[in-house]
């Protein structure tokens, strides 16, 4: 056996005393671990059985991973760095009409960035239910608008900028008005800026939801 390692030592291309681990194997049994995987992984692929296959790759691979992560430790490699990060809720134009709604409407809640799936559901129960969810269940709404007892939806509200001048982002808004109207939902589009004064909003309210 003492020759074995001796001939495993003559193999390693890297220095192993550099590499301290914390399992109660050595490196060697390490190297013993691959070589065993890779014949088991060539048995394997004569008699083609996937199963089997599949088992001795993870064998396999394991120890090099170990070894590999020995490797980044020691030498004190960078953690990878976090793929998601906070977005921010509303911009500043936002968050100022969100503030005019509120003080215009207090007889309402106001809800911002709401999904349309919250307040919209497919009528049928049965085959076209998850086609027809999947035209709109990544719509937002800007802003909603619901009673302060029965929190019933009211309106939509939406503010539309100067992006929305563009012919594609008018073919949307048109497709997400007959989603609103099919299901019976009012709704409203101001434009901004300027963005429309306390008085506008109190006024629409008034003529078209409390009438």
């Known amino acids: 056996m003492d020759s074995v390692y001796r001939a495993l030592d003559n193999l390693v291309p890297f220095p192993m005393e550099s590499i301290h681990f914390d399992l109660a194997f050595s490196y060697k049994s390490l190297v013993l671990l691959c070589l065993a995987g890779y014949f088991l992984l060539k048995l394997d692929q004569r008699k083609r059985r996937k199963v089997r296959s599949d088992t001795s790759a993870r064998i396999f691979h394991f120890p090099l991973r170990m070894v590999q992560r020995q490797q980044n430790h020691a030498i004190g490699k960078r953690p990878r760095l976090p793929l998601l990060c906070q977005k921010t809720f509303m911009d500043d134009y936002e968050r100022q009409f969100y ?40 719509l937002v709404a800007d802003f909603i608008l619901c009673d302060c007892e029965s929190f019933r939806l009211l309106a939509v509200i939406e503010l539309d900028g100067n992006s929305h001048d563009r012919k594609d982002v008018q073919e949307k808004d048109k497709k997400r008005d007959a989603y609103l109207d099919e299901a019976g939902i009012k709704h409203k589009r101001f434009r901004a800026p300027p963005q429309p004064s306390e008085e506008e909003i109190k006024g629409w309210f008034q003529r078209v939801i409390q009438n």
Request: aromatic letters at 18%; proline letters at 5%; a positive charge.
């Open 99 to 138: 503030l005019r709604l509120v003080k215009a409407l207090p007889e309402c809640y106001v809800f911002p960035q709401v999904s349309f799936s919250a307040f919209l559901n497919s009528s049928n129960k049965w085959d076209r239910r998850y086609e027809v969810r999947g035209r709109f269940n990544r």
